[in-house]
T-cell receptor, first 112, second 113 residues
Framework: DGGITQSPKYLFRKEGQNVTLSCEQNLNHDAMYWYRQDPGQGLRLIYYSQIVNDFQKGDIAEGYSVSREKKESFPLTVTSAQKNPTAFYLC???????????FGQGNRLTVV | GQQLNQSPQSMFIQEGEDVSMNCTSSSIFNTWLWYKQDPGEGPVLLIALYKAGELTSNGRLTAQFGTTRKDSFLNISASIPSDVGIYFCAGQLVYNQGGKLIFGQGTELSVKP
């Protein structure tokens, strides 16, 4: 079955440590996105990628980094420079020139 | 950054009641979408709207693409307990920026049996 996978569901990290969230899709979608969700603030775009080896900053990219070495994978690194990293992170993929979109189940990151 | 204005932020209704929520933007979109998010899960696409004035239904859900292309509405008729969740509107520029989705803040729906 085609889909988009984020794992693990729950992560705990100590303050000052980097953490990488994985996102894998087998839908053959070109575009992939990372969103951050905080209560009452909807989904805010962190980074997105339209094609392999290319990505663009979203609205809240500071303190985050990404890579897109393969079409299927778009990992997000939450660096120690991110001042408030505890949040729910959602990855999505979209077929080009289409509304066909799927979200992963999310990563709930807690930094202590 | 861009964000849509979605209202209301939350609703508490009785089972069987109808629900309406809306989304407005200062920018024009060529596609509007409505998603539902269950607690602790990713959003799932409910309805996609492709042209101004379009009215589309999906079961008890009906959504409309505003004629100005800057707003959209979602109605849920005869609500049931499983309608509980957060509903998001999203505007999309399908042919630009990889089809980037811009989201509203969400409407949290609670249904009392």
């Amino acid at each position: 079955d085609g889909g988009i996978t984020q794992s693990p569901k729950y992560l705990f990290r100590k303050e000052g440590q980097n953490v990488t969230l994985s996102c894998e899709q087998n839908l053959n979608h070109d575009a992939m996105y990372w969103y951050r969700q905080d209560p009452g603030q909807g989904l805010r775009l962190i980074y997105y990628s339209q094609i392999v080896n290319d990505f663009q900053k979203g609205d809240i990219a500071e303190g985050y980094s990404v890579s897109r070495e393969k079409k299927e994978s778009f990992p997000l690194t939450v660096t120690s420079a991110q001042k408030n990293p505890t949040a729910f992170y959602l990855c999505a993929s979209i077929r080009s020139r289409s509304t066909e979109s799927f979200f992963g189940q999310g990563n709930r990151l807690t930094v202590v | 950054g861009q964000q849509l204005n979605q209202s209301p932020q939350s609703m508490f209704i009785q089972e069987g009641e109808d629900v309406s929520m809306n989304c407005t933007s200062s920018s024009i979109f060529n596609t509007w979408l409505w998603y539902k998010q269950d607690p602790g899960e990713g959003p799932v696409l409910l309805i996609a709207l492709y042209k101004a004035g379009e009215l589309t239904s999906n079961g008890r859900l009906t959504a409309q693409f505003g004629t100005t292309r800057k707003d959209s509405f979602l109605n849920i008729s005869a609500s049931i307990p499983s309608d509980v969740g957060i509903y998001f509107c999203a505007g999309q520029l399908v042919y630009n920026q990889g089809g980037k989705l811009i989201f509203g803040q969400g409407t949290e729906l609670s249904v009392k049996p």
